[in-house]
RNA sequence: CGGGGCGUAGCACAGCCUGGUAGUGCGCUCGCUUUGGGAGCGAGAGGUCGCAAGUUCGAAUCUUGCCGCCCCGACCA
């Protein structure tokens, strides 16, 4: 992608309604634009960012064996009242009336939704277990959205919902839900910790909360310090009890965040114990009979009884990553975008431009890499050279790769490495196995 | 929902107290000079001063009401 083709509204300063470090770098590296309170556009900066994490998220949830759907934004409230929880929710839910006066609303998730497609269809104990997922947009009317798309009231989430004949069926679905997200994370370059949770409104026995670790986390967060250091699993699939030897392992250190958190019943010793601050960005649950109770999801069972199914569901803030991700990854120069999601693979930088030699060099040099399969993005604007290198260091590519009159006299390509800003002069041949290699 | 703050050009702000032709910096356009880490000079474009009433000869400025946004707290993927 040419710069000059594409549509990067950058800022040089900080727009003032931001205060927060992931907030200020989106709006300035023009990956986002706010349309009201905690509602955002998202511009294709922001939008080629989101896309990479969802495709993560979703290559992973699909590799976990669970199925892709599409459930709609907007659900008949009876649905809800069915369940009960249309009146339980509050003002969070944004109510809708449509032309016949029916009763609709904003989801703000999708139990109801997706308990109703299953008791429709399946009948059959054999027909388990199943697991259904969707990446849709969802609303909830928050009192107080801030931090920019880290707390809006419409964000995109990745929900899942296990269906399971028993317990111990669904605990499986549970663990290999929590391991499919260790993988996740780790992809998206993020360290994210497991914390025992509070089940909140949507009720159940079992639940964790998987938290950034970030200084302008929202909660406060303990954790034993050799939970860093263990390994995320890597294989493509685990038996029902290697998937639980994985949980016990992640589970087995003390982590808490401060709602659960009690220093006097805390046996960490001091020395072990850390202390920061954290950005929750996936939260799963095994709430068992509660939706399948209320609104009748039975299946026959081997004996032929109806059972009850045994469900649990598993959210990751998709939009909320993005800032995340910012947050654990950026310095003062800008987004340090871990390679996996970042926006491009390379930024090509003319440091000449109009300069025959240079611009014919950085054609070439441009054309290599498109076809080597890399996703650069070529600024071949006549702007400054400070200015250019200040730009691609606020958007964060993994790489830069520059060149000017000097060095297409030495033949040569300067690389930098966003992250360690080592930079390297390297041959165009070999700047090109660095780069796409 | 309690408390606080702010709405003036794309962005950051001054002007308001003490009413009198709407400004500065950055960004944008054009020209020239520059060009290896946020250039210089010159010339331009761009604003119903959040909205509405009121006071006044005259309102960005004073009064009232409304709307919007941000921050702290309580609440949450």
Redesign the pocket.
């Known amino acids: 992608m040419r710069l000059s083709q594409f549509f990067l ?12 470090v992931s ?1 200020r770098l989106m ?2 590296a023009g990956m986002i634009q ?6 955002y556009s998202w511009l294709p900066l922001g939008h080629r960012v989101l896309k990479n994490i969802e495709n993560i998220v979703r290559e992973e949830q699909n590799r976990a064996g669970a199925l892709e759907i599409l459930m709609p934004t907007l659900q008949p409230a009876d649905l809800w009242r069915e369940s009960g929880r249309y009146d339980d929710y ?3 839910m944004l109510r809708i009336t449509d032309r016949h006066d029916r009763d609709m609303l904003y989801g ?2 999708n139990e109801e939704q997706v308990t109703d497609i299953f008791r429709s269809h399946v009948k059959s104990y054999k027909n388990l277990p199943l697991n259904l997922y969707h990446i849709q947009w ?1 609303f ?1 009317d ?16 990745k929900d899942a919902y296990s269906f399971d004949l028993d317990y111990e069926g669904s605990k499986i679905a549970y663990n290999n839900m929590f391991v499919a997200y260790l993988k996740t994370f780790a992809r998206l370059g993020i360290k994210a910790i497991p914390l025992r ?2 089940t ?3 009720g159940g026995d079992l639940s964790h ?1 998987f938290i950034v670790l970030a200084d302008t986390g ?2 406060e967060v303990f954790y034993h310090k050799d939970l860093l250091t263990l390994d995320t699993p890597t294989e493509a699939a685990y038996s029902p009890d290697q998937l639980q030897s994985i949980v016990d392992e992640w589970t087995g250190y003390y982590a808490a965040a401060d ?1 659960m958190h009690d220093a006097a019943t805390c046996d960490v010793a001091a020395g072990d114990l850390i202390t920061r601050r954290g950005i ?4 799963i649950f095994h709430f068992g009979d509660k939706y399948s109770k209320a609104m009748g999801a039975s299946v026959a069972g081997p004996d032929g009884k109806e059972t009850l199914v045994s469900m649990g569901s598993y ?6 990553l993005v800032g995340g991700i910012i947050e654990a990854s950026h310095d003062e ?2 987004i340090v975008w871990p390679a996996s999601v970042a926006p491009f693979d390379v930024g090509l930088i003319n ?5 025959d030699a ?1 611009d014919a060099a950085c054609e070439d040099f441009y054309g290599k890499l498109i076809s080597a399969g890399a996703d650069v993005l070529y600024d071949e604007t ?13 958007i964060g590519l993994p790489w ?1 790769a ?9 033949g040569v390509v ?1 690389v ?1 490495n966003r992250a360690s800003g080592d ?1 390297q ?1 390297l041959s165009l041949d070999d700047a090109l196995q660095l780069l796409v290699g």
């Open positions: 509204p950058t800022l040089k300063e900080d727009p003032k309604e931001a205060q927060i907030h709006l300035r706010q349309s009201s309170a905690g509602i509050g003002k969070e703000p998730t969802k909830r928050e009192v107080r959205p801030r931090f920019g798309i880290m707390r809006g009231r419409e964000f995109l989430m949770a509070d909140g409104p949507i909360e929202e909660s709602d929750e960005v996936g939260h959210g990751i803030g998709v939009s909320r120069n800008g440091l000449k431009s109009g300069d240079c006549s702007g400054r050279a400070g200015e250019k290198f200040a730009k691609m260091d606020l830069q520059t060149i000017g009159p000097r060095g297409v006299k030495a300067e930098k930079k002069e």
